[in-house]
């Protein structure tokens, strides 16, 4: 089976929720060494109210529009805005669909993708989550062109957000806050890459479990 | 081990594996630091162990004689004398060069040594005076530079026509051009014919304001003469050979900017005292730092009077006169032997724990606890709107066609944002989650509150998150028809350099344009101009904060980072987050020096220029220690002649509980004064009209 079904997807979001509230302490830490150290608290602030809210059962769209509104609205911050336009964008790829194959959830993912890219100013290199995330959506495509079946994919997209989240240690932060120090924030990996690689391998377990 | 610790480069070391000791890791530091001349942080790095853990091996390494230090006989004994001279005649600091120095001369080498230390001895912003003879001329010439700026070098005393190359013009201007420092003269004779001709002179206000310049002398250096008849005094013109005819100088035994002193110290009273031009005893006993260089068994008895006279604070002498004078007052020299200093207790290898106490229920209730007490404390200041605790209005009379003032961002900084709506100041605040930004909705609904038809700005730090939160509610707000227009705070200059102003983070200065821009509001000025006056508010801030302590999280109750017991942070924002650099500890007016300088470098107030003030408490740091760094930061500013137009001291923009401190100094024009002197009502920030 190469899809799966929207509807009772939600419980997703649920799983990536708890993926971030189980590492709430870890993400500050990360955080705490080149910035405020709130990035643990503020995303399981944030996905955990999310996941008290979501039907598990409704549709993958409707958990992630709740997940989406919660950022948004009641988190702030940048990871508030970011995650938020990235959670909006993916429900609206989705939008009314039935099933859920590669070429889906590939369109997903790289609608979120955009708009992280539209809020934000960052550019790959800049120390962000789109050190983890852009490698990630080019990983899914080329492994589906290639041939690859939906679950190597997943694979893929997992292995290249590890290595791009990984990647982010040898970098000098260029926009956030964590830029004003400059070379001192080197040696130390990007809370938001960190996060945002948790999220997509924590997509692709629930999925490829699903699929399987 | 008498050699120096050379430094060895890294290129020289690399290419071989290096010696383990057979794993030994008191061995393996102590080679590092004694015979390769690493930095501890160095061998921290090298060994994969912490800065404190290779302190303590060393430490342990010397306890357990895997080091044995040894110092050669003759440095020992000059530091062996030094300290019973500190302990003595409780100096502050005591230098004595070795006797034996090699063919140079003695004045030489004590001239040498003086300019050495100089750099421990001044600090920007000192006006330095210095008197005239051999060994002042030897200093002044020694000297090569300083990293105090900001200097006046001022003679001591007027002038000579003596024939001798060591005048006090002589010495006084080259020790300013060596260090930088500006020049002052007292365009007078040292000894004048009459003390009417003193009258008529100190009348004169070039010589009189010369004069004045002696009253603001916060390090002197000054030498000393023997009354042998060899001696220079006799041969300067500073004395008067009929008067000593007349047995006024037989007491005497030495002589200092042209006075005369006893064994025991006190100023021997003459008819020259009233033909003096320069420093008075009194004056000079006064005078912060008092560095004296001499040497030769000559000066052994006027050393010792100006010791016993309470003139000196810093003695700068050779091993043959110290011993001199130790002898003269009493000490076998056999029981001068050196004091050893207790051994350093070895450090705990980590750090302590890193919880941090606070008054607090849940975590997740600090901030709407916060902000529900604040609003009970101030309920003629600020008020909710419609029952959000996040958004929260002045309480002040809305006018119709008023500009409207937003300001936020995250909680944390209290005093901050909250305290500083109400009129005169902003219309509205919107209040995040610690340290990060609202979500567009409340700063929306506040925007709302605060538009009465003349439009919004919208003025809060410049942050990532702050910026995409106020924007998407600005772009809501214009749906609605209200414009809303962004000033970016980025008074922060440690932030990022001068050629990238906008990229800087908004901190304590932010409270200043808030000000600006609320009394232009207040004017009722229309929009364009408001946002021009806080735009010129903004770019007239200069702000760097140092920290001492790191900040603790309410959700975390942790530091947000580790700082070592000799290490401090400069540059630090108002997030908790670590600074621009890490710098060893200072002392207070080291810390400001630093601070003032680097915005000097920047700002260049000019003579006679109008600054307001900011001396604000990152949030650990108490009232006390704000006045501290205030007493030195008035000193800079008064040796650079600008104008305090306005101080602010206390807790104005925090970073939670941090200990630390920052400066915010703000250039003002007649219009930005203005419109900081107007009334304000918020509850960190109170002003009577004029």
Request: aromatic share 6%; with cysteine.
């Amino acid at each position: 089976m190469q899809e799966i079904n929207n509807k009772g997807a939600g419980g997703i979001i649920s799983g990536v929720a708890a993926v971030i509230v189980d590492n709430k302490a870890y993400l500050s830490e990360i955080d705490g060494k080149i910035g405020d150290g709130d990035h643990g608290v503020n995303m399981a602030k944030g996905f955990g109210r999310a996941a008290d809210r979501l039907d598990p059962e409704g549709t993958l769209t409707e958990a992630l529009q709740v997940l989406s509104d919660v950022l948004m609205s009641e988190i702030g911050g940048s990871m508030g805005p970011l995650y938020g336009m990235m959670f909006s964008d993916m429900a609206d790829s989705l939008g009314e669909a039935e099933t859920i194959d590669a070429a889906k959830f590939g369109a997903m993912i790289r609608a979120g993708l955009e708009g992280v890219q539209d809020i934000g100013s960052a550019k790959v290199g800049d120390k962000t989550l789109l050190d983890a995330f852009t490698p990630a959506v080019d990983a899914f495509d080329a492994s589906i062109a290639a041939g690859n079946t939906f679950p190597e994919a997943l694979v893929a997209m997992k292995a290249a957000a590890e290595t791009g989240r990984d990647s982010t240690i040898d970098m000098v932060a260029k926009v956030g806050r964590s830029s004003r120090l400059g070379e001192r924030s080197r040696g130390v990996l990007d809370a938001g890459a960190t996060s945002c690689a948790m999220i997509l391998g924590a997509f692709a377990e629930d999925i490829t479990a699903r699929l399987s | 081990m008498g050699q120096p610790r050379k430094r060895v480069s890294k290129e020289s070391r690399s290419g071989r594996a290096p010696l383990r000791f057979g794993d030994d890791p008191l061995l393996w530091a102590s080679w590092l630091y004694y015979q390769e001349g690493l930095t501890q942080g160095e061998i921290a790095d090298e060994l994969g162990i912490s800065r404190p853990t290779v302190n303590s091996y060393l430490a342990d390494a010397r306890a357990k004689g895997i080091v044995n230090i040894s110092i050669s006989e003759a440095r020992l004994r000059a530091v062996t004398i030094a300290q019973a001279l500190e302990a003595q005649f409780g100096l502050e600091s005591c230098l004595v060069v070795p006797g034996e120095g090699g063919p140079r001369p003695l004045i030489d080498r004590l001239g040498a040594a003086a300019a050495q230390s100089l750099g421990s001895h001044l600090h920007s912003g000192d006006t330095v005076a210095i008197t005239w003879g051999r060994t002042m001329l030897a200093l002044a010439e020694a000297v090569s530079g300083t990293e105090a700026r900001d200097l006046v070098v001022v003679q001591a005393t007027g002038g000579t026509t003596a024939t001798i190359p060591y005048t006090p013009e002589a010495c006084a201007t080259r020790l300013a051009e060596n260090t930088g420092a500006r020049f002052v003269p007292i365009s007078a004779p040292a000894i004048v014919s009459s003390s009417e001709a003193r009258e008529i002179l100190l009348r004169e206000p070039v010589i009189a304001e010369q004069l004045a310049q002696l009253d603001r002398v916060t390090c002197v250096l000054f030498g000393i003469s023997s009354m042998r008849p060899d001696a220079t005094i006799h041969t300067s013109g500073f004395f008067d050979s009929a008067l000593k005819n007349k047995g006024y100088f037989d007491n005497a035994v030495g002589a200092m900017m042209g006075r005369f002193i006893d064994a025991q110290g006190a100023a021997i009273p003459s008819p020259l005292d009233d033909r003096v031009m320069g420093m008075e005893l009194d004056r000079l006993r006064q005078v912060p730092r008092r560095i004296l260089v001499a040497g030769g068994l000559d000066k052994v008895p006027p050393i010792l009077a100006a010791l016993r006279g309470g003139f000196v604070s810093t003695l700068i002498t050779d091993a043959t006169t110290g011993e001199g004078i130790l002898r003269a007052e009493g000490f076998e020299p056999e029981k001068i032997a050196p004091k050893r200093r207790a051994p350093t207790p070895s450090e705990p290898a980590l750090t302590r724990s890193d919880h941090v106490k606070k008054f607090i229920n849940r975590p997740k209730d600090a901030v709407d606890e916060a902000l529900t007490g604040a609003l009970a404390a101030f309920p003629e200041h600020i008020e909710p709107i419609g029952g959000s605790l996040r958004a929260i209005r002045a309480r002040a009379d809305k006018r119709d066609g008023k500009v409207g003032v937003v300001i936020g961002g995250g909680a944390g900084h209290e005093p901050g944002f909250i305290g500083f709506v109400g009129r005169g100041l902003a219309d509205a605040v919107v209040v995040g989650n610690v340290f990060a930004s609202p979500p567009p909705d409340r700063i929306l609904s506040c925007t709302r509150d605060a538009d009465q038809g003349a439009g919004v700005l919208y003025i809060y730090g410049n942050y990532t998150g702050d910026v995409m939160n106020f924007d998407m509610a600005a772009d809501m707000a214009a749906a609605e028809g209200i414009e809303a227009r962004t000033i970016l705070t980025t008074d922060d200059i440690a932030s990022a350099g001068a050629d990238e102003r906008a990229a800087r983070r908004g901190t304590a200065g932010n409270i200043f344009v808030f000000k600006v821009a609320g009394a232009a509001a207040a004017r009722m000025l229309p929009l364009d101009e408001c946002e021009r006056l806080a735009r010129k508010a903004n770019a007239a801030c200069y702000t760097i904060g140092a920290a001492l302590e790191p900040s603790s999280m309410p959700d975390t109750g942790r530091r947000s980072f580790s700082l070592g017991p000799d290490d401090m942070e400069f540059g630090v924002g108002v997030h908790g987050e670590p600074g621009v650099s890490r710098i060893p500890l200072q002392s207070a007016d080291r810390i400001v020096d630093r601070i003032v300088d680097r915005i000097f470098d920047e700002m260049r107030p000019g003579e006679g220029g109008k600054l307001a003030v900011l001396v604000n408490s990152l949030g650990g740091t108490p009232m006390m220690e704000l006045f501290i760094l205030n007493r030195r930061l008035m000193q800079r500013l008064s040796a650079r002649s600008v104008d305090v137009h306005t101080t602010l001291l206390g807790h104005y923009f925090t970073s939670l509980d941090m200990v630390g401190a920052s400066i915010t100094l703000m250039a003002l024009d007649e219009e930005l004064a203005g419109l900081l002197d107007d009334p304000c009502n918020g509850f960190a920030w109170m002003k009577q009209g004029r």
